[in-house]
Nanobody
Framework: QVQLVESGGGTVQTGGSLRLSCAAS????????MGWFRQAPGKEREFVAG????????GYADSVKGRFTISRDNSKNVVYLQMNSLKPEDTAVYSC??????????????????WGQGTQVTVSS
């Protein structure tokens, strides 16, 4: 059984930082394309960052480029999202997803097979 468990959310002030973690079981994150998405109240879920199954290849939404970094620790089977210079518009529930094995990441949520429960990030002004 595949499980993805996010942690690390919380409330920070504008300009602050958070690191989200996505701990996986039932799959090896180094063989899957992984992604982070977010959903703000009243809005659809949107792509934030993606990581190819191989060591190379990442992608970001324009709104977070230069501020967020996605990475992976294969030894811990965890995917991270480092978020710096946070803005109030980054407030949302952040979820990680596992797409397909041995594939590049996708910006489309329908391409993801497994999802975590999400973690709330709130950025106060």
């Amino acid at each position: 059984q595949v499980q993805l468990v996010e942690s690390g959310g919380g409330t920070v002030q504008t300009g602050g930082s958070l690191r989200l973690s996505c701990a996986a079981s039932g799959i090896n994150v180094n063989t899957y394309a992984m992604g982070w998405f977010r959903q703000a109240p009243g809005k659809e879920r949107e792509f934030v960052a993606g990581l190819n199954w191989s060591e190379h290849g990442t992608g970001y939404a324009d709104s977070v480029k230069g501020r967020f970094t996605i990475s992976r620790d294969n030894s811990k089977n965890v995917v991270y999202l480092q978020m710096n210079s946070l803005k109030p518009e980054d407030t949302a529930v952040y979820s990680c997803g596992a797409s397909r094995p041995f594939s590049p990441y996708s910006v489309h949520e329908e391409d993801y097979s497994y999802w975590g429960q999400g973690t709330q990030v709130t950025v106060s002004s």
